[in-house]
């Protein structure tokens, strides 16, 4: 069974990509003339977003440096360790809804020091599976097409994040806990 699928899964990709081709030339679209212009479009909007990545990145490094993010881990551990949250992975909670990279280099940190199969490890997977990057998202997409009324996308964002965050805590420990 696992043949079959890993076959499937091998060529799912090239079948969609030449059935998209085919039904297009058919229809008498210029494929590779709307490929140009899309990537010409992808291109320009590339540009765009790297002034509000490397704000993103710099915010994030100042917060980090600053030792605020090792004050927040201070106050918060004893609170969250009556619920069943180690203190190892609230940074890696507190990083994701700023940066996915950074979070993912924490979980992979966290992984290699208590294994996979460790409560730890399957927390943190869990969380960085359920979670999203909602200042990155904000401020690189929101930023770079423009849009400056997001105060409300911040608030869902975040409540988003905290209920997922809420959910895997209570998952795992439900189920490997």
């Given at each position: ?92 909670a507190l990083m994701r809804p700023l940066s996915g990279s950074a979070a993912l ?70 189920i490997f806990g």
């Amino acid at each position: 069974m696992y043949g079959v699928i890993a076959e499937i899964s091998r060529w799912a990709i090239p079948f969609a990509i030449f059935f998209i081709l085919l039904i297009a030339s058919l229809k008498g679209l210029q494929v590779f003339e709307i490929f140009v212009e899309g990537a010409s479009e992808g291109f320009a909007t590339a540009i765009k977003t790297i002034p509000y990545l490397v704000a993103m990145l710099v915010a994030i490094n100042i917060f980090r440096a600053s030792g605020a993010m090792a004050i927040i881990f201070k106050l918060l551990s004893p609170l969250l360790n009556n619920f069943g949250f180690p203190a190892e992975v609230l940074t890696h909670a507190l990083m994701r809804p700023l940066s996915g990279s950074a979070a993912l280099g924490i979980a992979t940190n966290l992984i290699s020091t208590h294994g996979p199969d460790s409560f730890i490890g399957q927390l943190v997977s869990t969380m960085q599976g359920s979670t999203d990057t909602t200042f990155y998202v904000l401020a690189l997409y929101f930023g770079s097409v423009g849009v400056t009324k997001y105060r409300y996308a911040i608030v869902v964002g975040l409540a988003a994040d905290l209920t997922t965050l809420i959910a895997s805590v209570y998952i795992v420990n439900k189920i490997f806990g």
